[in-house]
């Protein structure tokens, strides 16, 4: 007799299950539910009215610096630069590119745009190369850097280059020999004055903008209210086709697995009904998405789905056995319940070990994550019981033989085999795989979460490549003691300083009040003019207590953090060399330089707080301390696969990465835990281990190829997201998925095996 | 980088300038109907480029405005909004002149744009309307003027002077030409 039909027979009904409590007993909700269907039915309609009514209320959050957000030194300054100078995230840049952009006609061109783009509404500040001028000392007439009239026939570049070598501002913004030129404008979007860059707004500004260039001009942007504005827009289609994919897939899978329309519609309702109460409790608690939280659906989705498969083939195989409706239902809960309640268990653990990351955006995904989690494990309990137990009477039992039937005996022969060979190659491959988790670098650049084929992304791969980059760093300087800001004095402090930070970045690539002098205004003069002026233009130069000087540089996004850390800590402290303390460098590659390598390194450790957590409850829950070790190395070898394949590629390890390895081993240990569930029910059954582990091989198998499958199949709508972070985490927890499986099947008998026999029996608690 | 300078200072004079441009008046209207009347055609959504001088040392810069102007028949009254912008520089634009009897008052383009103008006055003469006063440009007072077409055809033309004492003649500061949009 087959060993399923064996164990089903022989705890065929309630009272008479003696499987091992596996899960906390926190299955038995499932009979709270089929003791009131009733009251549980007008429970579930009324929530999902109330989530689907939510569903309008969806908001978006596409502040891809959230993950940067702690209370570290860096990210404060980051933040006092924009409390205290201006808020420099509304600046949008615009890459002006046209063949004839450098003669006489194209210049003039590109003068009409800035003066149109001074007209439009909102807009507060234009800057250009026409920006620049100074101020003749003998007549005091204002002298600008490039001619008000340009004669035909000029030499435009060769012009340019000359002013490019007196002038900052045109050395930064002009590109002649890429036709190109840089205008930034002080945008309205600002999120401290209540208008954050939403996508329409933003798109109708470029839209505007796009209408009054004059014919000839190509026009990309760049800046960060473009960069949000396109990730809010990725995220709301994303969620679109995650959703539809995910549906879809879930269905089809559903339907191929159990060959008929009515299992497959009862299998999918539970994970339809968890993608809506996620998204609903969204919408009703007003809860962005945002890029890390945008997956949380699917993946609630898919664990419902693989959870209900389980549930629903052990009533199936009860039905099949005679059982009837009612008490195949229960026998069917207390049979898989179990493992899906400790996949609930170490799953959330896996979540909320990102909490640890000590950083707001980790603590909303730990707590959204294992919401998302508990949900898919509620939602089983809930709508598969309903449902089985309304219309379960209806569906048509016949036997079938399991798709990948045929895999179980051969998975099951393999591990009694090679036993000692495979317990040798998991030691092996941990060992060759190790060295790839401590040679992996970090990294969190933040066009890297773009959707690649974005406007923002776009511009900000033009901006690197023809300017040389436009990430905004910048020094605070304090305006020295018994000095004012604007006396001769601090303004040769200043002026010392900003050659330090030019010496680090480039002479060109820094500008600060110094300039303004130099151009011909006295600091008694820039004061005076300072009084009357708009906070947003003396912010840039000056805070607005007038107690700290700005000097502001720009840089690639991209900068590597070793250089922005040598930037930072050089100028600073050349500038203590010289006896003027208290300088401080902040900015984008800073934040991300100083922030990121912790940010990782703290979710590294809560990867392993995961770890060994998840295997400490399985221990516990299991009473099986050997079993629960042996679980270790088959879940750490898809990972360390992934970090070494990174490694190698040389690509670094990026927050998403690691969400994605800690989510995949909270899944892949799933698996194990599947496993063990039947294996130490067969010993407790009094089986020995080899008959032990050839029966629940044999059963289990093809439920969790199936299952690792439609996991697969459900994750697949990732892999067609424009975020690149969804489709790095939707394709790493696939391939972590696919990998785990084979080590769970493959090496984690040998594993268990090779523990028991070297354990004397008296030892071993199960 | 003179950003700053120009925003406050040369812009400030440019914004001076175009406010007594384009009518910074407490003039005697001919009559309250013809006031009206005058008022009323400038009403309409405008945009203006031309050139005009950040102050008499300086050559002129290239400035572009918009202005949209409405005209209330009850209070006899053109209230008006828009931005003027130079290369270097932006400021915004708000303004109103009234009629009151046989009189105007208030100004076209806001107390900020008009707060560089010293003794101003205005008068229509010809189908324009002329306005006058003194800017201060540092230690000296300069005498300014400007010369406000009648819309025609869509179109008017604003023209400013200065008056040049060395040279004892009216030097053009700027000129726009303002088209209804």
């Known amino acids: ?766 | 980088m003179m950003e700053v300078r120009d925003l406050t200072g040369s812009a400030g004079r440019i914004a001076a300038i175009a406010a007594l441009t384009l009518g910074a008046l407490t003039a005697h209207a001919p009559a309250q109907t013809d006031g009206a009347e005058f008022l009323s055609a400038y009403a309409g959504e405008w945009r203006g480029s031309g050139e005009t001088r950040p102050d008499p040392r300086s050559e002129p810069t290239r400035v572009t405005c918009r202005v949209s102007a409405i005209f209330d028949e009850n209070a006899g009254a053109l209230r008006n909004k828009g931005r003027c912008g130079t290369t270097r520089g932006t400021r915004d634009l708000n303004g109103t002149l009234r009629l009151d009897g046989a009189n105007l008052t208030g100004d076209f383009l806001g107390q900020a744009a008009a707060s560089g103008l010293v003794n101003p006055r205005a008068r229509i003469d010809q189908n324009m309307i002329v306005s006058e006063a003194e800017v201060p440009d540092g230690a000296k007072m300069v005498r300014v003027r400007t010369f406000l077409t009648h819309p025609e055809d869509g179109s008017f033309r604003v023209q400013s002077q200065y008056f040049d004492r060395d040279a004892n003649q009216w030097i053009v500061a700027g000129e726009l030409e303002f088209t209804r949009q």
Not at chain 1, 320 to 341: F, K, M, W, Y
Not at chain 1, 414 to 433: D, K
Request: charged share 15%.
């Open chain 1, 1 to 766: 007799m087959p060993p399923l039909q064996r164990r089903l027979r022989s705890a065929s009904l309630p009272g008479e299950v003696d499987l091992k409590t596996f899960g906390f007993g926190l299955e038995a909700f499932g009979l709270l539910v089929l003791r009131f269907p009733r009251a549980f039915t007008a429970l579930l309609a009324v929530s999902l009215v109330a989530c689907v009514a939510s569903l309008p209320n969806l908001r978006f959050d596409g502040n891809i610096l959230s993950v940067l957000e702690t209370d570290g030194e860096a990210f404060q300054n980051y933040r006092r630069v924009q409390r205290d100078f201006r808020d420099f995230s509304r600046d949008l840049g615009i890459i002006v590119r046209a063949d004839d952009l450098y003669t006489p006609e194209g210049i003039e061109k590109l003068r009409n745009l800035h003066l149109d783009l001074t007209l439009i509404d909102g807009v507060e500040g234009v800057f250009s190369l026409f920006s620049s001028s100074s101020i003749d000392p003998g007549s005091g007439a204002v002298i600008p850097a490039i001619p008000e009239r340009i004669a035909p026939g000029t030499d435009v570049k060769s012009l340019i280059a000359r002013a490019a070598k007196e002038n900052m501002l045109v050395e930064q913004l002009a590109r002649p020999d890429r036709n190109a030129a840089l205008i930034s404008i002080e945008s309205p979007f600002s999120e401290a004055a209540g208008r954050p860059p939403d996508p329409a707004p933003v798109h109708a500004l470029i839209e505007e903008i796009r209408e009054l260039a004059p014919p000839g001009l190509q026009l990309d942007f760049v800046g960060y209210p473009l960069m949000r504005a396109d990730a809010v827009e990725a995220l709301i289609s994303d969620q679109f086709l995650l959703t539809s994919v995910g549906i879809a897939m879930v269905f089809a899978i559903a339907l191929i697995t159990f060959r008929a329309v009515g299992p497959a519609l009862i299998c999918a309702l539970p994970a339809l009904t968890a993608i809506i109460w996620v998204l609903g409790g969204y919408g009703l608690s007003g809860t962005p998405i945002n890029y890390l939280s945008t997956a949380l659906p699917t993946i609630a989705m898919v664990i419902a789905l693989v959870d209900t498969i389980m549930v629903y083939f052990s009533w199936l195989g009860y039905r099949q056995e005679g059982v009837a409706n009612h008490d195949a239902i229960v026998s069917a809960i207390l049979r898989a319940g179990p493992a899906n309640s400790m996949n609930m268990v170490t799953t959330a653990i896996s979540f909320a070990s990102f909490a640890l990351g000590g950083n707001a955006a980790m603590r909303q995904l730990a707590f959204l994550g294992s919401l998302a989690v508990v949900i898919s494990f509620v939602v089983v309990l809930v709508v598969l019981t309903l449902a089985l137990h309304f219309v379960g009477d209806r569906i048509r039992v016949e036997a079938r033989k399991p798709f990948f039937a045929a895999l179980g005996p051969m998975v099951a022969r393999l591990s009694q085999t090679r036993t000692r060979g495979l317990t040798a190659a998991s030691i092996v491959i941990t060992l060759v795989f190790l060295p790839g988790h401590f040679l992996i670098g970090e990294q969190h650049l933040v066009t890297a979460q773009l959707p690649a084929a974005s406007e923002a992304a776009k511009g900000e791969r033009l901006a690197s490549e023809i300017f040389g980059g436009v990430a905004p760093i910048y020094m605070i300087l304090p305006v020295p003691k018994g000095h004012s800001w604007s006396d001769d004095g601090a303004l040769t402090t200043l002026e010392k300083a900003e050659n330090e930070f030019g010496h680090e970045i480039g002479d060109k690539r820094v500008f600060s009040l110094t300039q303004v002098r130099d151009a011909g205004l006295s600091g008694e003069k820039i004061a005076d003019i300072f009084k009357d002026a708009p906070e947003t233009l003396a912010g840039r130069f000056i805070s607005e207590d007038r107690d700290e000087f700005l000097i502001t540089g720009t840089v690639p996004y991209g900068m590597e953090p070793d250089a922005a850390r040598a930037v930072a800590e050089n100028a600073v402290s050349r500038l203590a060399t010289q006896g003027i303390a208290g300088a401080k460098v902040t900015g984008y590659p800073i934040l991300a330089s100083t922030e990121i390598p912790k940010l990782v390194g703290s979710l590294r450790q809560s990867f392993v707080w995961a770890i060994v957590l998840g295997i400490a409850v399985i221990a516990a829950a299991s009473r099986a301390p050997l079993v629960a070790l042996a679980t270790l190395l088959p879940n750490l070898v898809p990972l360390l696969f992934i970090e070494t394949a990174l490694w190698l590629a040389g690509e670094p390890m990026d927050v998403a990465h690691i969400i994605a390895l800690t989510i995949a081993f909270g899944i892949t240990v799933d698996n194990a835990i599947h496993f063990i569930n039947l294996f130490l029910a067969d010993v407790e059954a009094g089986m020995d281990d080899v008959a032990a582990m050839r029966s629940s091989l044999t059963e289990v198998t093809p439920a969790l190829v199936a299952a690792t499958l439609m996991f697969i199949g459900g994750s697949i709508g990732t892999l067609f997201s424009s975020m690149p972070s969804v489709f790095n985490l939707g394709f790493l927890i696939i391939i972590a998925l696919a990998t785990g499986l084979i080590a769970n099947l493959t090496l984690l008998p040998a594993l268990i095996l090779t523990f028991r026999r070297l354990t004397p029996r008296g030892l071993r608690l199960a």
